[in-house]
Nanobody, 123 residues
Framework: QVQLVESGGGSVQAGGSLRLSCAAS????????KAWFRQALGKEREFVAA????????KYSDPVKGRFTISIDNAKNTVDLQMNDLKPEDTAVYYC????????????????WGQGTQVTVSS
């Protein structure tokens, strides 16, 4: 049973933009917090951004703060990640996640995960 599906990944040059979208099943979308994580080749998965379902509070990691924006559409059950001013170090597989805890950046606290979408930024 597929619960989270990411889309919107691709290749872009440095300085460009991409918008990722995560479609959630109704059950998964009731989770308190939705988040994006990423994993670069040979590195551990890291937190990118999170948003709460009820009041849309947000949290960002330092490397993406000011460049990425997370948003939620409760009517469509989607969570988007707008990525601007992309850098080669943003290259990674991006994962959507959903969980019960409030705005945490710890991956083990998330209950549901998507399959990931590749983002490649060339210099």
């Amino acid at each position: 049973q597929v619960q989270l599906v990411e889309s919107g990944g691709g290749s872009v040059q440095a300085g460009g933009s991409l918008r990722l979208s995560c479609a959630a099943s109704p059950h998964t979308f009731t989770s308190r917090t939705k988040a994006w994580f990423r994993q670069a080749l040979g590195k551990e998965r890291e937190f990118v951004a999170a948003i709460t379902r009820n009041d849309e509070s947000t949290k960002y990691s330092d490397p993406v703060k000011g460049r990425f924006t997370i948003s939620i559409d409760n009517a469509k059950n989607t969570v988007d990640l707008q990525m601007n001013d992309l850098k080669p170090e943003d290259t990674a597989v991006y994962y959507c996640a959903a969980g019960r805890h409030w705005l945490v950046g710890v991956q083990k606290l998330y209950d549901y995960w998507g399959q990931g979408t590749q983002v490649t930024v060339s210099s």
